[in-house]
């Protein structure tokens, strides 16, 4: 009967020890996703057509939150930053007139540029600036003084912001409007789509050749 008291403790022991381990395991897993997602990457979902053709609705994409820097919880504060934003990149960013939504555009003007657009062309310090994946999909021409779409300027990036537009020039609300990004709104740098599917999910519309695909 001792016996048998014995191995029935031993038992409740070795199954109290398998949860403690389960549960440790699944605590380190969520802490370590928290970690990753708040200093190393996060994955993004495009939801509109401001970026296309370099990114579709339904693109899915990882962001790079290390190379401008990490920024410490409940500061402005920045570390170990690879490198300031550069014009081309295409960055992930707290939308200025609501932080609570992410937008993602190409950072076209630096603190120090002069942006300019005339006639649906963009000119930075006086220089022609032809990026190769801008598009517009509407040959009406905007008057400056109706909005500023396709002229609009000059403007001088302040220290510490950023002037982006989306590449879908025609049709994208960007810095035209609204002015500057802050650099303590930047997210990071979306580099890679690891995910793509065009309409809902249940209609595997799966864009298999966007996959894998680096973003530049």
Do not use: C
Request: no cysteine; aromatic share 12%; net charge neutral.
């Amino acid at each position: 009967m001792a016996d048998l008291n014995e191995q029935q403790q031993t038992e409740e022991i070795q199954k109290k020890s398998l949860w403690r381990e389960y549960t440790e395991s699944i605590i380190i897993a969520v802490l370590l996703a928290l970690v990753i997602r708040t200093y190393v990457v996060q994955a993004f979902k495009i939801p509109s057509g401001s970026m296309e053709d370099t990114l579709l609705i339904g693109d899915h994409l990882l962001v790079s939150k290390f190379i401008y820097g990490t920024r410490l919880p409940f500061t402005d504060t920045r570390i170990l930053k690879i490198r300031d934003p550069e014009r081309g990149d295409v960055i992930v960013f707290e939308y200025p007139e609501d932080p609570r939504k992410d937008f993602i555009k190409r950072v076209i003007g630096v603190p120090g540029d002069v942006v300019e657009g005339r006639d649906k062309k963009v000119y930075v310090n006086g220089q022609l600036y032809a990026n190769p994946h801008e598009v517009h999909k509407e040959s009406e021409m905007i008057p400056k003084e109706q909005n500023p779409r396709d002229t609009f300027g000059p403007v001088t990036v302040p220290a510490d912001s950023y002037f982006v537009m989306g590449d879908n020039r025609d049709r994208s609300y960007d810095s035209r409007f609204w002015k500057f990004v802050r650099r303590d709104q930047l997210k990071g740098l979306a580099f890679i789509k690891y995910w793509s599917i065009e309409g809902p999910w249940y209609k595997f519309n799966i864009r298999w050749r966007n996959i894998g695909r680096l973003i530049d």
